[in-house]
Nanobody, 124 residues
């Protein structure tokens, strides 16, 4: 079974940057949808950025386009989320998620595997 481990969270001031990492273990196929979700206290979980590992196609929430970039390193079974120009509203617990898929990834897919999360806090 797939195991996901996030890292890279922390506390920064508005306008700062962070890079999150999601290391995967136990893959039985190279074709997956992998995505970053976030959830703040009292709010619903929302998709942030995603990637199809079979070809590198990406998708983003409108609120982070132009500021966040998702990428992958297949040799390390790892995906990254580069977060620039951070805003206080980006404060949340960030989770990495994955599912086996041959294509057509989106935030609406039912992601089967989830990491434990890494906290991102942005102060004004």
């Amino acid at each position: 079974q797939v195991q996901l481990v996030e890292s890279g969270g922390g506390s920064v001031q508005a306008g700062g940057s962070l890079r999150l990492s999601c290391a995967g273990y136990g893959y039985t196929s190279p074709y997956l949808c992998m995505a970053w979700f976030r959830q703040a206290p009292g709010k619903e979980r929302e998709g942030v950025a995603g990637i199809w590992t079979g070809g590198g196609s990406t998708y983003y929430a409108d609120s982070v386009k132009g500021r966040f970039t998702i990428s992958q390193d297949n040799a390390k079974n790892t995906v990254y989320l580069q977060m620039n120009s951070l805003k206080p509203e980006d404060t949340a617990m960030y989770y990495c998620a994955a599912m086996y898929q041959l294509g057509g990834c989106s935030f609406l897919n039912r992601y089967s595997y989830w990491g434990q999360g890494t906290q991102v806090t942005v102060s004004s």
